[in-house]
């Protein structure tokens, strides 16, 4: 319990070490911003509680925010993605279940499974996150342009990392 | 309060969730200059546009209250024009106006209170009577044109007889060349009189505008009738035309009735005339 605590402390402060030193640093383009630090709510463990699910979650995006600057945008992106975790791990679910002791990994459930929790959820969050930093319908082309082109960075990085930390 | 909390331990995960959602853009809004601002400029434009509608009901509640205050106003502006053109004339005749009557008309305005169009007879109720110095034989004009004379007063009530009832005779003159003539309402169409004993060698036009002559001492010379629709000649050396009215009687809200302080003493002196 302590070690799984601690890990996803550490997990926690890794996500947004990467995402506030080095992400955040990275212009690539305007259309480009890869939110990576979303990874820790998509890898916490399938018996986590709501209430900690969504604390946990806001206090991810309030952290991020606080970097930034922007106070409620990361905040509520993350809310409402951990919102609709349980529900979506629910829909995806293989045949008998998850078993107890596996994490939501790509080690554990194969590629094509992770890769369509990682996508839905992280076009949730994008989505939100980009049309409240705009805040109007009016350019509601690029806006989408953008979410597309940055969830599509924050997706390849997320399994990268599947590949390279995340081992068995 | 068992159940409640009964009910929010089933729906923690919702309400936290929107607690913290709340946060959240409690938080957005504040502390972001470009959020908080068209945040503020949207509410702003829904209150501005709720406002504007509410206004325009409220609005129209209160136009019974506005047309009355209007009608007083009406009334008081006419009043004062009144003493003014006495007061013109009488330093244009170089005569002194006895102290006693400084004026000539009293106006004021009443709400009408039952109407008929439709019969040969018909009658107009307000509610002014003798307590409010409603006298019969009263002119009753609406802003439009004349309406008709008081015919019978209670203590709260009157009952004016219109230029719609068959047993109303109008002194009514032609305003560009002055020649009168009896305005009556033959039963037909609202909107129609019929004035005669206009000689037939008066040029009329279709369009010419009908007054009041003035000469019953009950209505002040030069009040809006109506207009000539139409007139054909009668056997005899008259015309017989169609006036229509000014004033549409169906739909008739507030009046003026105007006093003739002066009616009494031009009566009395006509009579010990034509007694003679």
Not at chain 1, 123 to 134: A, K
Not at chain 2, 18 to 28: A, D, G, R
Not at chain 2, 202 to 220: E, H, N, Q, R
Request: aromatic share 14%.
């Amino acid at each position: 319990m302590i070690r799984l605590l601690s890990r996803n402390i550490i997990c926690f402060v890794v996500v947004i070490l990467i995402q506030v030193l080095l992400l955040n640093n990275i212009q690539i383009s305007n259309l480009i911003n890869p939110y990576f630090y979303v990874l820790f709510i998509l890898l916490l463990p399938f018996e986590t509680p709501g209430w900690l699910l969504l604390c946990a979650s806001f206090i991810l995006g309030l952290t991020v925010d606080l970097f930034m600057n922007t106070p409620g945008m990361h905040s509520v992106s993350c809310v409402a993605m951990a919102f609709l975790r349980p529900p979506l791990l629910a829909a995806i679910a293989p045949r008998d279940g998850y078993d107890a002791g596996t994490y939501p990994r790509l080690s554990y459930y194969g590629f094509e499974w992770f890769l369509k929790y990682t996508v839905i959820l992280v076009l949730v969050h994008h989505l939100l996150l980009f049309y409240i930093e705009v805040f109007r319908f009016s350019e509601f082309f690029s806006t989408f342009i953008k979410v597309i082109f940055s969830s599509l960075i924050s997706i390849v990085l997320i399994i990268i990392s599947q590949y390279f930390i995340f081992r068995k | 309060m068992r159940n409640l909390i009964q009910l929010i331990i089933r729906h923690h995960f919702l309400l936290l969730f929107l607690l913290l959602e709340s946060l959240s853009f409690f938080l957005l809004i504040h502390y972001n200059h470009f959020q908080r601002a068209s945040f503020t400029g949207f509410t702003s434009s829904v209150e501005g546009y709720l406002y504007d509608k509410f206004g325009g009901v409220r609005d129209y509640f209160n136009l019974r209250k506005v047309n009355e205050d209007l009608a007083k106003e009406n009334t008081l502006l006419r009043n004062q024009l009144d003493r003014l053109q006495l007061l013109d004339y009488r330093s244009q005749e170089n005569d002194v106006a006895p102290p006693d009557s400084t004026r000539q008309y009293v106006f004021s305005q009443a709400r009408v209170l039952n109407n008929s169009v439709n019969k040969e007879f018909n009658f107009i109720t307000i509610d002014r009577g003798s307590l409010q110095n409603i006298k019969p034989e009263m002119a009753v004009t609406s802003p439009e044109g004349v309406v008709g004379i008081v015919f019978s007063v209670s203590r709260h009530f009157s009952v004016i007889m219109p230029l719609l009832n068959r047993n109303l005779r109008l002194s009514a003159k032609i305003r560009k060349n002055n020649y009168f003539g009896s305005l009556t309402w033959p039963g037909e169409s609202t909107e129609e009189a019929i004035l005669t004993d206009i000689p037939y060698h008066v040029k009329l036009d279709i369009g010419d505008t009908i007054v009041t002559s003035g000469y019953s001492a009950i209505f002040p010379e030069g009040l809006f009738v109506g207009t000539i629709s139409g007139f054909d000649r009668l056997q005899g050396n008259f015309y017989q035309i169609k006036v229509k009215l000014a004033v549409d009687f169906r739909n008739l809200e507030y009046v003026y009735l105007i006093e003739n302080l002066l009616r009494d003493e031009q009566v009395t002196l006509e009579e010990n005339q034509y007694n003679d």
